[in-house]
C-alpha cells in the first residue's frame, strides 16, 4: 500500500513541478485562455477559432519533441514507414537559392475553407465552430478523398487493425485520421500536447490560442510579427500560419 | 474420327467461360475480404499513394461503361440503323462495366461495411457523393433504355430514353473527370482538361470494348460483319483515339508552359521511370500510333487488326491512367515553393508504389463481373447486333 502511496506522492509531485515549470517558461503559452474551457454539453461556437503560430526562428533541428507528445498522447505507432500515421512531422528544409536552412513542425492546418471537408461524400470529415477540422471515425467509409484533397498531405489512413487503444482519441483500421489539434484537451482549457512539448523543451516554436479574440497572445504576435500562411494561393485560411520562412 | 464442329461443342466452351469468369470474380472477392480483414496494409498503397490499382481498373471500367453508349446514342439520339442495330448490346455492355467498376470501388473502401453510410449521409459539395447519384442514375437509365429497345411495346420510347442515356453519361463522366479536375492541391490534376479529356477518353475505349466484343460474338457465331459497317466502325475509332491524343498533348503541353508545372511533366514525361516509360511507351506508341497504323494504314484495318487495335487501345488506357492516377500522387505536393524538403514522412520525395497481388486479384474480379453479365446476357438474351443487309448505309 505504501508504495503505491509513494507512487501517487511521486507522480504528483512530478506533474505539479512540470506543470510550473512549464508555466514559468512559457507564460501566455500554456495559460493561453482557461477560461475557454467549456463545460460538458455545451456546443462549439464560432467566437473562437483555435490557431496556432509556429515560429520556424526556435523550432530546433532534430528535435521532436511535439511529435513524441502527439504520438503518446494519441496512441499512434511511433513508427515512420509510408503506411504509419503521423499526424506531426518534423520538415528540415533548405532554401534553395540561399541554402538557409529551417526545421519546422508540420500538421493539419484547420483550414476555414478545408478541402478535406468538401471532397467528403459522407460529411465525415467536418470543421468545429472554433475552427478545428476532425473526422467523425464512425461516418468514415475509408475512400481516402480526403487524402487526395488536402494540400499539406496532413492526412494518415490507418492501414492496419489498431490494437494500441492507450490514446486520447479514437482510431480505427480503415479510416483516415489527422491532428485533432488535441481538441479533448482543448475543451478541457489544456493546450495541445505537441504545444506543451515544445514549451517543456524550453523552445517555445508554438504558440497556441484563440485567433477570433484580439487580446490573446496569439493575436499580438501575429499582429506584430510577419507571418505566412502555406498554401496561401488556395486561399484556404489556415488556422496555422508560421513565422520564419 | 467423327469431328465435330464448333457450333456442336460451343456450350461446353460457355461453360468454360462462366468457370473461368467466377475463378476471377472469387478471387477478386476473397482478395477483398483479405484486404478488409488486415487492412490495406497487405496493398501497395500508403499515405502518399492513397489511390492504387484498383482505382486504375475502377474508373477504367466506369469511364468505359459511359463511352460504350456512345454506339446506342449515334443510333437513337442521332437516328444511325448501323448504331441502332448495336444499341441492345451497348447498353448492356455499359450496365456490365459499371457493375465491375463500381464492385472495385467499393470493396477497396477502407470501410466497405459502411458503404450505406454514403446513400443515408450525403455531402452536397462533394463530387464523391455527387457521382454515387450519377452512377446508381446510371443503371436505371440504361436499364429503361433496353427496356424500350427490346420490348417493342415500349419502342416509341426508344428516343426519349436514348436522349436521356446521352445526357446522363455526358454529366457522368463529366463527374469523374471533376473527382480529378476539384484537387487543386496536386499538381498533377486541377485542370478544366479533365472532364473533356475523360469524355473522349470513354469514347475511344468504350469503342474498343464494343468493338472486341462485337469481333467475339460474330465469330462466336461463324458470322462476318459487313465490311461497310466494319470501316465504319474502324474509322470511328481511329477519330476517337486522335481526340485522346490531340486532349493529352494540350494538357501537357499547357502544363510545360507554366514553370511551377515544369517539374511535374519532366517527371511524368521523362524522368518518372515507370511513368515516362509506360507514357510514352504504353500510351503514346502501344496505346494510339500502333492502333492508328493498324487502322488507316493502306493494307491493313481489316478484323483481325480492328481487333488488335481494339486491344491495344485498351492497353494504352491502362498506361494512361496508371500515369494519371499512380504518377500524379506519386509526385511530391510542393507545400513550401523554394525550398528542398525532407520529413519522415516521404516529403519532398517521389513515393515508391508496387501493386500488391490483392490489388491485381480485386481489379481482375471486377473485370471477371463486368465479363459474366456480358457472357451471361449475350446467352440468355438477344444482344447480337443484326444488320439489316437491306437497310442502305448512311452517308456512304
Given at each position: 500500500?505504501?508504495?503505491?502511496?509513494?507512487?501517487?506522492?511521486?507522480?504528483?509531485?512530478?506533474?505539479?513541478?512540470?506543470?510550473?515549470?512549464?508555466?514559468?517558461?512559457a507564460p501566455?503559452?500554456?495559460?493561453?485562455?482557461?477560461?475557454?474551457?467549456r463545460?460538458?454539453?455545451?456546443?462549439?461556437?464560432s467566437a473562437?477559432?483555435?490557431?496556432?503560430?509556429?515560429?520556424?526562428?526556435?523550432?530546433?533541428?532534430?528535435?521532436?519533441?511535439c511529435?513524441?507528445?502527439?504520438?503518446?498522447?494519441?496512441?499512434?505507432?511511433a513508427r515512420?514507414?509510408?503506411?504509419?500515421?503521423?499526424?506531426?512531422?518534423?520538415?528540415?528544409?533548405?532554401?534553395?537559392?540561399?541554402?538557409?536552412?529551417i526545421?519546422?513542425?508540420?500538421?493539419?492546418?484547420?483550414?476555414?475553407?478545408?478541402?478535406?471537408v468538401?471532397?467528403?461524400?459522407?460529411?465525415?470529415s467536418?470543421?468545429?465552430?472554433?475552427?478545428?477540422?476532425?473526422?467523425?471515425?464512425?461516418?468514415?467509409?475509408?475512400?481516402?478523398?480526403?487524402?487526395m484533397?488536402?494540400?499539406?498531405?496532413?492526412r494518415s489512413?490507418?492501414?492496419?487493425?489498431?490494437?494500441d487503444?492507450?490514446?486520447?482519441?479514437?482510431?480505427?483500421?480503415?479510416?483516415?485520421?489527422?491532428?485533432?489539434?488535441c481538441?479533448?484537451?482543448?475543451?478541457?482549457?489544456?493546450?495541445?500536447?505537441?504545444?506543451?512539448?515544445?514549451?517543456?523543451?524550453?523552445?517555445q516554436?508554438?504558440?497556441?490560442?484563440?485567433?477570433?479574440?484580439?487580446?490573446?497572445?496569439?493575436?499580438?504576435?501575429?499582429?506584430?510579427?510577419?507571418?505566412?500562411?502555406?498554401?496561401a494561393?488556395l486561399n484556404?485560411?489556415p488556422?496555422?500560419?508560421?513565422?520564419?520562412? | 474420327?467423327?469431328?465435330?464442329?464448333?457450333?456442336?461443342i460451343?456450350?461446353?466452351?460457355?461453360?468454360?467461360?462462366?468457370?473461368?469468369?467466377?475463378?476471377?470474380?472469387?478471387?477478386?472477392?476473397?482478395?477483398?475480404?483479405?484486404?478488409?480483414?488486415?487492412?490495406?496494409?497487405?496493398?501497395?498503397?500508403?499515405?502518399?499513394?492513397?489511390?492504387?490499382?484498383?482505382?486504375?481498373?475502377?474508373?477504367?471500367?466506369?469511364?468505359?461503361?459511359?463511352?460504350?453508349?456512345?454506339?446506342?446514342?449515334?443510333?437513337?439520339?442521332?437516328?444511325?440503323?448501323?448504331?441502332?442495330?448495336?444499341?441492345p448490346?451497348?447498353g448492356?455492355?455499359?450496365?456490365?462495366?459499371?457493375?465491375?467498376?463500381l464492385?472495385v470501388?467499393?470493396?477497396?473502401?477502407?470501410?466497405?461495411?459502411?458503404?450505406?453510410?454514403a446513400?443515408t449521409?450525403?455531402?452536397?459539395?462533394?463530387?464523391?457523393?455527387?457521382?454515387?447519384?450519377?452512377?446508381?442514375?446510371?443503371?436505371?437509365?440504361?436499364?429503361?433504355?433496353?427496356?424500350?429497345?427490346?420490348?417493342?411495346?415500349?419502342?416509341?420510347?426508344?428516343?426519349?430514353?436514348?436522349?436521356?442515356?446521352?445526357?446522363w453519361?455526358?454529366?457522368?463522366?463529366t463527374?469523374?473527370?471533376?473527382?480529378?479536375?476539384?484537387l487543386?492541391?496536386?499538381?498533377?490534376?486541377a485542370?478544366?482538361?479533365?472532364?473533356?479529356?475523360?469524355?473522349?477518353?470513354?469514347?475511344?475505349?468504350?469503342?474498343?470494348?464494343?468493338?472486341?466484343?462485337?469481333f467475339?460474338?460474330?465469330?462466336w457465331?461463324?458470322?462476318?460483319?459487313?465490311?461497310?459497317?466494319?470501316?465504319?466502325?474502324?474509322?470511328?475509332?481511329?477519330?476517337?483515339?486522335?481526340s485522346?491524343?490531340?486532349?493529352?498533348?494540350?494538357?501537357?503541353?499547357?502544363?510545360?508552359?507554366?514553370?511551377?508545372?515544369?517539374a511535374?511533366?519532366?517527371?511524368?514525361?521523362?524522368?518518372?521511370?515507370?511513368?515516362?516509360a509506360?507514357?510514352?511507351?504504353?500510351?503514346?506508341?502501344?496505346?494510339?500510333?500502333?492502333?492508328?497504323?493498324?487502322?488507316?494504314?493502306p493494307?491493313?484495318?481489316?478484323?483481325?487488326?480492328?481487333?488488335?487495335?481494339?486491344?491495344?487501345?485498351?492497353?494504352?488506357?491502362?498506361?494512361?491512367?496508371?500515369?494519371?492516377?499512380?504518377?500524379?500522387?506519386?509526385?511530391?505536393?510542393?507545400?513550401i515553393?523554394?525550398?528542398t524538403?525532407?520529413?519522415?514522412?516521404?516529403?519532398?520525395?517521389?513515393?515508391?508504389?508496387?501493386?500488391?497481388?490483392?490489388?491485381?486479384?480485386?481489379?481482375?474480379?471486377?473485370?471477371?463481373?463486368?465479363?459474366l453479365?456480358?457472357?451471361v446476357?449475350?446467352?440468355?438474351l438477344?444482344?447480337?447486333?443484326?444488320?439489316?443487309?437491306?437497310?442502305?448505309m448512311?452517308?456512304?
Amino acid at each position: 500500500m505504501s508504495c503505491g502511496h509513494d507512487h501517487q506522492r511521486r507522480q504528483f509531485l512530478s506533474r505539479g513541478a512540470a506543470l510550473t515549470a512549464a508555466v514559468s517558461i512559457a507564460p501566455g503559452l500554456m495559460l493561453y485562455d482557461f477560461a475557454r474551457a467549456r463545460p460538458p454539453g455545451e456546443a462549439a461556437n464560432s467566437a473562437v477559432r483555435w490557431g496556432m503560430l509556429i515560429d520556424t526562428t526556435q523550432c530546433e533541428s532534430g528535435c521532436d519533441a511535439c511529435v513524441s507528445a502527439c504520438n503518446k498522447e494519441n496512441g499512434l505507432p511511433a513508427r515512420t514507414l509510408p503506411t504509419d500515421s503521423q499526424w506531426i512531422r518534423k520538415l528540415e528544409l533548405q532554401q534553395e537559392d540561399t541554402g538557409r536552412k529551417i526545421s519546422m513542425p508540420m500538421m493539419c492546418q484547420h483550414c476555414a475553407e478545408p478541402p478535406c471537408v468538401e471532397v467528403c461524400p459522407t460529411g465525415a470529415s467536418f470543421k468545429r465552430a472554433d475552427g478545428i477540422v476532425l473526422v467523425d471515425k464512425h461516418r468514415c467509409i475509408g475512400c481516402r478523398y480526403c487524402m487526395m484533397a488536402c494540400p499539406y498531405k496532413a492526412r494518415s489512413f490507418v492501414h492496419e487493425p489498431v490494437t494500441d487503444h492507450s490514446g486520447a482519441t479514437p482510431r480505427g483500421q480503415g479510416t483516415v485520421e489527422s491532428c485533432t489539434m488535441c481538441v479533448h484537451r482543448v475543451d478541457r482549457g489544456v493546450a495541445p500536447a505537441c504545444v506543451e512539448a515544445c514549451a517543456r523543451e524550453g523552445h517555445q516554436a508554438i504558440l497556441f490560442g484563440n485567433l477570433n479574440d484580439p487580446k490573446s497572445a496569439i493575436s499580438k504576435r501575429i499582429h506584430s510579427v510577419v507571418s505566412v500562411k502555406l498554401r496561401a494561393d488556395l486561399n484556404l485560411d489556415p488556422g496555422v500560419s508560421f513565422v520564419g520562412i | 474420327m467423327h469431328h465435330k464442329t464448333f457450333a456442336q461443342i460451343e456450350i461446353r466452351y460457355f461453360y468454360l467461360l462462366l468457370a473461368l469468369g467466377l475463378l476471377v470474380v472469387l478471387g477478386g472477392l476473397a482478395a477483398a475480404h483479405l484486404l478488409e480483414s488486415h487492412g490495406h496494409i497487405i496493398s501497395g498503397m500508403n499515405n502518399q499513394v492513397v489511390w492504387g490499382l484498383p482505382h486504375v481498373f475502377a474508373i477504367f471500367m466506369i469511364v468505359s461503361a459511359s463511352g460504350v453508349l456512345n454506339v446506342a446514342s449515334v443510333g437513337s439520339v442521332f437516328g444511325r440503323h448501323v448504331y441502332k442495330a448495336r444499341a441492345p448490346l451497348a447498353g448492356l455492355l455499359s450496365l456490365a462495366l459499371l457493375a465491375g467498376g463500381l464492385m472495385v470501388l467499393m470493396l477497396d473502401l477502407g470501410r466497405p461495411d459502411r458503404v450505406i453510410v454514403a446513400a443515408t449521409h450525403y455531402n452536397p459539395t462533394s463530387v464523391f457523393a455527387w457521382n454515387v447519384l450519377l452512377y446508381s442514375g446510371l443503371f436505371a437509365t440504361v436499364a429503361f433504355y433496353l427496356w424500350t429497345l427490346m420490348d417493342r411495346a415500349m419502342g416509341a420510347w426508344s428516343k426519349p430514353a436514348g436522349f436521356l442515356v446521352f445526357t446522363w453519361r455526358i454529366v457522368l463522366t463529366t463527374g469523374t473527370g471533376l473527382i480529378f479536375a476539384f484537387l487543386v492541391a496536386r499538381q498533377a490534376y486541377a485542370s478544366a482538361l479533365l472532364p473533356p479529356l475523360f469524355i473522349i477518353m470513354s469514347f475511344a475505349w468504350g469503342l474498343a470494348i464494343f468493338l472486341i466484343v462485337q469481333f467475339a460474338m460474330f465469330s462466336w457465331n461463324e458470322l462476318q460483319l459487313n465490311p461497310a459497317i466494319q470501316k465504319r466502325l474502324k474509322n470511328l475509332l481511329g477519330i476517337f483515339v486522335i481526340s485522346v491524343l490531340y486532349l493529352v498533348a494540350t494538357y501537357h503541353l499547357t502544363n510545360l508552359y507554366y514553370s511551377r508545372q515544369v517539374a511535374f511533366e519532366r517527371f511524368i514525361l521523362s524522368q518518372g521511370g515507370l511513368f515516362a516509360a509506360l507514357f510514352w511507351g504504353g500510351y503514346v506508341v502501344l496505346g494510339s500510333v500502333a492502333p492508328l497504323l493498324l487502322i488507316f494504314l493502306p493494307g491493313l484495318g481489316q478484323a483481325r487488326c480492328v481487333l488488335l487495335a481494339s486491344v491495344l487501345v485498351l492497353v494504352g488506357a491502362f498506361s494512361l491512367l496508371y500515369v494519371f492516377i499512380i504518377g500524379g500522387q506519386a509526385f511530391p505536393l510542393l507545400i513550401i515553393p523554394g525550398y528542398t524538403v525532407h520529413s519522415s514522412f516521404g516529403d519532398g520525395q517521389v513515393a515508391s508504389y508496387v501493386p500488391s497481388v490483392f490489388e491485381w486479384a480485386l481489379g481482375a474480379g471486377g473485370i471477371g463481373v463486368a465479363f459474366l453479365i456480358v457472357t451471361v446476357g449475350v446467352r440468355i438474351l438477344n444482344f447480337l447486333p443484326h444488320d439489316d443487309p437491306r437497310q442502305p448505309m448512311e452517308g456512304n
